[in-house]
């Protein structure tokens, strides 16, 4: 073994991101190219420019992480890779080039699962404060936790447990619709506002009343589940449901059809069309609350806050349920929505009250990035759980049983 330095490859949905990672625990680079450009006039990824932007970008993103990290490829000791949950295509892309690499400088593969990558973004930014602390070997972890994976793609509860220095994953929830992520890009879209929608929402949800609008989330029935009904997303294939509790299930159609309902009672649509001219001419997501009432009617900005509200309200009552379940002691909050403002601070508070730790990546770590994968590869590669050169991708790859 060298010096523990690992070449993560990230490429599952609309970022194409290279990162290298020493011994799991200390970011040399992480380089991420997006394609929120191409995507946003479309208000969603579009898988097939997706592939052909990550084909594009693939190879200057891999030159800059290696550049940044100052290390050349006989420096790697291996290339790790998403392999799945995400885009066929998309992922192919990087399987391909990893496989490619690996091969031509006879580095060991390691594969990847996106989600378990979110839950390590967490794991890598606490090694890494500790370590700015000078005490990293305080750092252990042998109780289970709870992870809540809540992103554009996912929104999925877990009991992880650290076992012999390996990770293991126990599903115990997720949503039968939409991830979090999703409601928040649809409704920003319903609402005029620019993609993706967290941050829109995130920033003006500031300047609104959350009381105004009551949203409520209904109990998930577990015959509905249990009916063994087909998948109604691409989320939703990722793991069964049929044997998991109601309690900690999650859906979130329901309230983007209540949002689009308020803006029709209401006459709120015509407001949204004319602000999308003003999204598209570059405005970005307002600081003040000037520039909040400039972009968005006070009616508008309590809809959203009343939304968020909703939402961060939901994702806390079934990760506290799971973390009373348990017994846990700590919480790992990770993926896209996890940037969210209001659902740190409550999360945070509520934690707090209860005496349980709480922990999020960094707002770098927390969306789509290539640290993840590499620092999730580091456990695999000191046990030696190399993938073939067969790898493909697995774009229904589920985490945990
Ligand atoms: O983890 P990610 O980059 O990609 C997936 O694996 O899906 O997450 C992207 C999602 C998008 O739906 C985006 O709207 C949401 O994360 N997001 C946020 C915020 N920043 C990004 N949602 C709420 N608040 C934010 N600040
Ligand atoms: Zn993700």
């Known amino acids: ?139 252990s972890y042998e109780e289970a936790v709870v992870a809540l994976v809540v992103s554009g793609g996912h929104t999925h509860l877990y009991r992880a447990r650290p076992m012999n220095g390996t990770w293991h994953y126990k599903l115990m929830g997720r949503t039968v619709d939409d991830a979090a992520g999703e409601a928040y890009d649809k409704v920003a879209k319903l609402l005029g506002l620019g993609y993706p929608g967290g941050p829109w929402i995130d920033a003006l949800a500031r300047f609104g009343n959350a009381k105004a609008v009551p949203f409520s989330f209904a109990q998930i029935k577990p015959k509905v589940h249990l009916a063994g009904k087909a998948p109604r997303t691409k989320a939703a294939k990722t793991a069964p449901i049929a044997e998991l509790d109601p309690r900690f299930m999650f859906s979130f159609s329901g309230i983007k059809t209540a949002v689009l309902r308020h803006v029709e009672l209401h006459g709120m649509r015509a407001e949204a069309e004319a602000r999308v001219p003003q999204v598209q001419a570059g405005a970005r997501p307002p600081l003040t609350s000037e520039d909040a009432l400039t972009l968005c009617s006070q009616p508008v900005l309590d809809l959203i806050a009343s939304f968020q509200h909703a939402v961060v309200g939901d994702l806390m ?23 969210n403002r209001e659902l740190r601070a409550r999360f945070t508070a509520e934690a707090a009250r209860r005496g349980v730790a709480v922990a999020f990546p960094t707002l770098a770590l927390s969306t789509d990035n290539a640290a993840m994968i590499a620092a999730a590869a580091w456990p695999r590669f000191v046990a030696g759980e190399f993938a073939g050169l067969d790898l493909s991708a697995d774009p229904s790859l589920a985490l945990g049983r």
């Open 1 to 139: 073994m060298g010096n523990g330095l690992i070449l993560g490859i990230e490429s599952s949905c609309d970022e194409t991101a290279a990162a290298v990672v020493e011994r799991g625990e200390r970011t040399l680079s992480s380089v991420v190219a997006s394609q929120i450009a191409t995507h946003a006039r479309y208000g969603g990824v579009v898988p097939e420019l997706a592939s052909r932007e990550h084909l594009r970008a693939i190879v200057p993103v891999t030159r800059a992480a290696l550049a940044e990290a100052g290390c050349r490829l006989e420096d790697l000791d291996a290339i790790a890779v998403t392999s799945g949950p995400g885009l066929a295509g998309a992922l192919l892309v990087g399987i391909t080039y990893a496989k490619a690499l690996a091969f031509a400088r006879g580095l060991p593969l390691i594969a990847v699962n996106h989600l378990e990558g979110h839950i390590h973004a967490v794991l890598l930014h606490e090694k890494e404060t500790r370590a700015e602390a000078g005490n990293a070997q305080g750092l």
């Open 317 to 339: 009552k079934k990760t506290f349920a799971a973390v009373e379940t348990l017994g846990a002691a700590r919480i790992l909050v990770t993926g896209g929505v996890a940037a």
